[in-house]
Each structure stands twice: as structure tokens, then as C-alpha cells.
């Protein structure tokens, strides 16, 4: 969500691409709720992230900036915001308590992906959304990156297993 083609996106492209969005998705009167970008865990996430280091240094800049377009688009639209970053933004972010996937957690060098106690906390917050909102609970798509996909889960990409779509559909049939 962040680059196109390898290419970082500045936070003002990912706000005209995510408007489009916004914009289609309401013209066809789908039920939506908007997720913020979780942090990045820098000291952990610039060992492997292919960007320039000055790129590097303004990841959690850039993130929050994109944020702060989600929550005006969620305003602009009417549509619920579940602000994922806050939630995810507690503590020490490097160590074993985190919900990002750190070494400490996970023994992963990630730094950008949520661990599986941070994807459910994602799932019980899109649940909490869907109830107060009376949303269907059915039909349900999750448009997203690597988190919906389930990066680094058990059975990432399918909603099995431990990803967030997993974790979202056994809440919604209790």
C-alpha cells in the first residue's frame, strides 16, 4: 500500500489513490470500515526495508501522515475508523510484549507486521465495529496488504489458520 512498483508512494499519492477508493466504495453503497497503518518498528523494520535511508528514517512520519488522511477520508465519507495504529502503538514496540513481530516476540527481524495477538486484536476491533453498526456479517471482503493477507502466518492468504480473516470470521460465527 505504501509503494507502487517498488517506488515509494508519498503520503499525498497514497491519499489520491485511497480517496479513489473511498469514492468507488461509496458510490456503490458498500458497508466500510477504515483501518489505520500500524507503526513501524524502525530499529527493527530499516534492516531489510529497500529504501533510501533517508526514506528510512521518516517511515513512522510518513505512516502517520497517511493515517491522518484514513481518519479525514472516514470523516469525509462517514465511514468508521478503527485507528489499528494507536492500538498497536503501546509500550516498547522492540520487545517480547509487543504486537508487532520482532525479534524478541518472534525471533523475526519484521518490524512491520503485526504478530498474531495484534491480528486478533485487529479482528476483535473490526467485530466491535460490525455490531455497533448493525454491518452484515456476511459477504465481507477485506481489501489490504500483507496484514489481510496474513503475512507470516499460519496459512497466510486464506481464511484459515492464524491470519486476521481467520481470526475476523470465527468472531463473526460465534
Request: charged share 25%; net charge positive.
Amino acid at each position: 500500500m505504501w509503494f507502487i512498483k517498488k517506488k515509494w508512494q508519498t503520503p499525498e499519492q497514497f491519499a489520491g489513490h485511497y480517496r479513489k477508493l473511498c469514492e468507488g466504495l461509496k458510490q456503490y453503497g458498500c458497508k466500510v470500515i477504515l483501518i489505520t497503518i500500524p507503526p513501524c518498528v524502525e530499529n527493527v523494520a530499516n534492516t531489510h526495508i529497500r529504501a533510501t535511508a533517508d526514506e528510512k528514517a521518516r517511515l513512522n512520519t510518513r505512516i502517520l501522515k497517511m493515517n491522518d488522511y484514513i481518519k479525514s477520508f472516514g470523516q469525509e465519507y462517514n465511514f468508521p475508523v478503527v485507528d489499528y495504529h494507536k492500538l498497536l502503538a503501546v509500550g516498547n514496540l522492540e520487545s517480547k510484549d509487543s504486537l508487532m513481530r520482532v525479534p524478541a516476540n518472534s525471533g523475526s527481524y519484521d518490524g512491520v507486521h503485526p504478530n498474531e495477538a495484534g491480528l486478533k486484536l485487529l479482528a476483535s476491533e473490526i467485530k466491535k465495529v460490525i455490531d455497533a453498526k448493525n454491518y452484515p456479517a456476511s459477504g465481507i471482503v477485506c481489501v489490504g496488504d500483507s496484514i489481510t493477507y496474513g503475512a507470516h502466518m499460519q496459512q497466510q492468504g486464506s481464511v484459515f489458520g492464524d491470519t486476521y480473516p481467520a481470526e475476523l470470521l470465527r468472531l463473526l460465527e460465534k
